[in-house]
């Protein structure tokens, strides 16, 4: 068990220009912490995985395992394992076998080598196939087959490269559970790299969110949830995504479709100061509702209902100047407004909008 | 999962319907069969017939081989594989030795040579990396005869002409590219990600190549074997020109010679010690055969 750190880590891949994958990455991962690396494809989620692992070099910066500078050392010396998004299980080897490949290597005797399998099978519920070849195992066992590759090793970080993106929507629900309760179990340090924001969401106990190889903000689902740094992280977080458009400055706040949202003394003060006419709003479909006809509201043409059960969203387009703006709202499932049909939402709470600044992107409420 | 007898009866029976689906659904009709196994038949007649004859050939005396009108029993005996193996025609034993070491010379040195280096070009970005895949294709676009001068200047200047050494490496310039090729575009298929997989599970680059990656392209090594064998066995431009004259220093293709001179040729003899020479180059492809399965690889890696 150790922590890691991203000292001003990059990874630039030559070319013309060449590409900066991994920016001055600065990150501090604590023992036994469950951190999720989370971007769009291209973001550079999957290098600084593979920076740490000694898999790609690391062009400037550094990076500490356990307090050791590990930025020279070869993958076999950094005390890690990892879990490949296509499992790269070795084909010619049982299951038993590809699960104690590592401790082989390392000289372990026979007979602790099968003991620490058949533990970690046993936790996988992989018992039954440990004679098998990975040829005759279904997608799920061969994802659970490369858990317990990494887990039979006990390293100090165990890293995971999107393990469940080949599974199945239902299975996928299910492992990800599954890797959340061992990992607490295991209490080794974890970095888990998906392009999925709610397996994010859901397993880490701190998000780092990339973007063109930067980090955008680190912090904990919740925090990212409700303080999103940027107006990335903002659309990038839930689902649906938030609602975040470009909208019209008055005194009193900020100007939509006959709605005018009131916005903190402070955040008027500082947007007059920097003499900005637009902001970058931001409402979450949740945060949104539909209005009685006494309220205020912006008129909103339903354009389609996504009934999910428990709840329904509302798309719809909304004026705001002279464009027409898609929102979409979390409204109750039991009476969803009808396809064509024109409604007023307004904000649930004043407190739950978030705004921008409309160039950088940079969070400019309190 | 549960399975009770019932359920097991009847997919039995719904595998069964499939297969009388699939059996009627792939029937031809009559003429059709006929034609197709007819054009089957003679071509695999016209195969098999020459070495049919060869193997007839050998058991005739030399006087009986060729006849106006050919018969398959004609005063046939053991006599021929006798005098080959006795010695009595020419050195047949000592050639054979020859023959199988420098084959498997070839072999064990061609087949390691272009693993090394299929692997090299396969995986690793170096500096004259096509240069050296562009060397390997054109040096295979020379005919032999072209070669061979400059082949023995090269031997002369390392010592070694004349030497069973020396020939295994004048092989291995010809099997080695075309095997390199081989091998690269059969690593090419084994997925990086198993690479890297042995290396986080603490394997070093030599490590991987000898314990995950040559264990998986055993199909790939069993035709580079087969190709760099057969390169060796039947060649006889350089085994003529770069061997010494000395006749226990010949290899079986050169050695065979002996039988068909310029005025006579022993046509049994020559079929009897064929027939030898077939045996070995049968045995190592009968040996290679099991190892090209397809689909050894795959299950590793999804999708």
Known sequence: MAEVAYVNASRVFPGSPPVRAVDQLELNVADGEFLVLVGPSGSGKSTALRMLAGLEDVDEGAIEIGGKDVTNVPPKGRDIAMVFQSYALYPHMTVAENMGFALKLRGVPKQQIKDK?????????????????????????????????????????????????????????????????????????????????VEAMTMGHRVAVLKDGLLQQCDTPRELYERPANAFVAGFMGSPAMNLKTVPLTAEGAQLDGLVVPLPRTVLDSV?????????????????????????????????????????????????????ERFIVRVDSRTPPAFGQKVKVAVRDNSEIHLFHPESGKRLSA | MTVDAAALRAAGQEAAAGNRGR????????????????????????????????????????????EATPSLFNESSLDNYVDVLSGQRGNFLAWFGNSVLIALLTTVLGVFLSAT???????????????????????????????????????????????????????????????????????????????????????SPFGVFWRLVLPLARPGLAVTA?????????????????????????????????????????????????????IPAVLVFYLVQRFLVSGLASGGVKG
């Open chain 1, 272 to 324: 007059a100061a920097e003499g900005l006419t637009e902001v970058t709003f931001g409402v979450r479909p949740e945060a949104l509702h539909l209005a009685g006809a006494d309220e205020d509201g912006m008129e909103l043409t339903v354009e389609l209902v996504e009934e999910l059960g428990a709840d329904a969203y509302v798309y719809g387009s909304v004026r705001i100047g002279d464009a027409s």
């Open chain 2, 23 to 66: 059996a009627s659904r792939a029937k031809r009709s009559r003429l059709a069969s006929v034609g197709l196994h007819g054009a089957l038949i003679t071509a695999s007649l016209v195969a098999v017939f020459p070495v049919f004859w060869v193997l007839v050939t050998s058991f005739k005396p030399d006087a009986r081989a060729v």
């Open chain 2, 117 to 203: 280096t299929g692997y090299a070009v396969s995986r690793f970005r170096f500096p004259g990396h096509r240069s050296l895949l562009l060397g390997f294709l054109v040096m295979q676009m020379f005919p032999f005869a072209v070669l061979i001068v400059p082949l023995y200047n090269i031997l002369i200047a390392l010592g070694l002409q004349g030497t069973t050494f020396g020939l295994v490496l004048v092989y291995c310039t010809t099997a080695v590219p075309f095997c390199t090729y081989m091998l690269k575009g059969y690593f090419d298929t084994i997925p990086v990600d198993i690479d890297e997989a042995g290396r986080v599970d603490g394997l």
């Open chain 1, 117 to 197: 399998v058949a533990e970690a099978a046993k936790m996988l519920d992989l018992t039954k196939y440990l004679d098998r070849k990975p040829k005759a195992l279904s997608g799920g066992q061969r994802q659970r087959v490369a858990m317990g590759r990494a887990i039979v090793r006990e390293p100090s970080v165990f890293l995971m490269d999107e393990p469940l993106s080949n599974l199945d929507a239902k299975l996928r629900v299910e492992t990800r559970a599954n890797i959340a309760a061992l990992q607490k179990r295991l209490d080794t340090t974890t970095i888990y790299v998906t392009h999925d924001q």
């Open chain 2, 226 to 278: 087969f190709y760099s064998f057969l390169t060796a066995w039947g060649e006889v431009a350089f085994a003529s020109a770069l061997l010494s004259a000395a006749d226990e220093s010949k290899t079986l293709a050169v050695g065979l010679q002996v039988f068909s001179q310029q005025n006579r040729t022993e046509w049994g003899h020559l079929a009897a010690a064929s027939i030898l020479v077939a």
